[in-house]
């Protein structure tokens, strides 16, 4: 059906679509040239002003780009969680500590530190030391992860338990949120 009405389409086919480009690959893959999305295009949401756009109706307005920012994000002004950073920092140094797995919350600023090598999602620290560890055992007391008290809670007691019933040695750091309340 799809190869029935492309072909009968005088002119260009444009495929405007929210979200993924699942329909624009389809007609691509039966051998159509198609208007759409850019491959790994951010865009999700087409606007009326978008769609005119594509069309050709409207020609695009120029943004001036932002300035950015001169430097990264950082841990508040007397969060514990900088004390904890520097040391991580120190055993790296020393190579007493190869990797760091973290996740996402406050304390994902600590990779602007040097001080965390991932970021996947919330609770995914442990999940992730897990694999690594199953796959490289010799690096168990090499690496940490780490995750706050809230996270552990939401999402990271599953992969806590998962490590306690699969026997994974290693350590997990727990970080107390409690002194921002």
């Excluded at 490289?136 to 780490?146: K, M, T």
């Excluded at 008290?149 to 409690?178: F, Q, W």
Aim: hydrophobic share 40%; aromatic share 8%.
């Amino acid at each position: 059906m799809i190869r029935e009405f492309c072909g009968s389409i005088d002119g260009e086919i444009y495929v405007i679509e929210d979200g993924y480009r699942y329909l624009q690959e389809v007609i691509e893959n039966t051998g159509f040239k198609v208007l759409g999305k850019e491959p790994f295009s951010p865009l999700t949401e087409w606007t009326p002003a978008l769609v005119a756009e594509k069309l050709g109706l409207i020609s695009a307005e120029k943004k001036s780009a932002a300035v950015s920012v001169l430097r990264p994000p950082v841990i508040c002004a007397g969060c514990p969680y900088r004390l904890f950073a520097e040391e991580i920092i120190l055993l790296k140094k020393k190579k007493m500590l190869d990797v760091v797995f973290g996740d996402i919350g406050c304390n994902t600023l600590l990779y602007f530190m040097n001080a965390l090598d991932t970021g996947l999602a919330m609770g995914a620290s442990e999940a992730e030391r897990i694999g690594y560890v199953v796959s490289r055992p010799e690096q168990a007391g090499r690496c940490i992860s780490l995750i706050g008290d809230g996270t552990e809670c939401h999402t990271g007691m599953d992969a806590t338990r998962n490590a306690v019933y699969r026997n994974v040695p290693g350590v997990k750091v727990i970080l107390d949120n409690s002194w921002s309340r």
